[in-house]
């Protein structure tokens, strides 16, 4: 992710934000923890003046925009002059350590809705075994037609 490439960095804060915030840099980090704060929280919040208030929100917001769209273009550059794609990380395939066992993409049933009724062996849908039956009765003559229209051929 490229905004990985900004983690260490530290941004000059203006002069009346800087006597705020009792610091003349802030770091990417604090930048991130300040936009999530004035995102989730109104003027009427008892720490929004105390943060830096409206100046600080616009500061952070035009920072992070301009830091990113900024890097997002470098990469764009380099890779439209012919670089490699400076948006996919470097990286290098081990198969060897590969855990092929382990299946994926499998819903977790430990956080599903439903887990404790079946954890308790309760039935979870009505009429499932009727219904189970006719998607198999279904199937069973989609696969009759199927094998009557090959020998057909």
Do not use: C, W
């Not at 990417?28 to 109104?42: A, G, P, V």
């Not at 996919?88 to 009724?117: D, F, V, Y």
Request: zero cysteines; hydrophobic letters at 25%; charged letters at 30%.
């Amino acid at each position: 992710m490229a905004n990985s490439d900004l983690k260490d960095k530290k941004y000059e804060l203006p002069p009346t934000l800087a006597k705020i915030s009792g610091n003349k840099y802030i770091s990417y980090h604090m930048l991130k923890k300040l936009k999530n704060f004035f995102k989730n929280n109104d003027k009427s919040h008892h720490l929004y003046n105390s943060k830096g208030g409206e100046e600080m929100k616009k500061f952070v917001e035009s920072k992070l925009t301009s830091e990113r769209s900024s890097l997002n273009h470098s990469k764009d550059l380099k890779s439209d002059y012919g670089l490699s794609n400076g948006h996919i990380k470097t990286h290098n395939k081990n198969n060897q350590t590969k855990n092929i066992s382990s299946i994926g993409n499998l819903p977790k049933l430990h956080k599903s809705a439903g887990s404790k009724r079946l954890s308790k062996g309760e039935v979870l849908y009505e009429n499932s075994d009727k219904y189970l039956m006719e998607d198999i009765y279904k199937e069973i003559e989609r696969i009759k037609s199927l094998i009557t229209y090959e020998s057909k051929i």
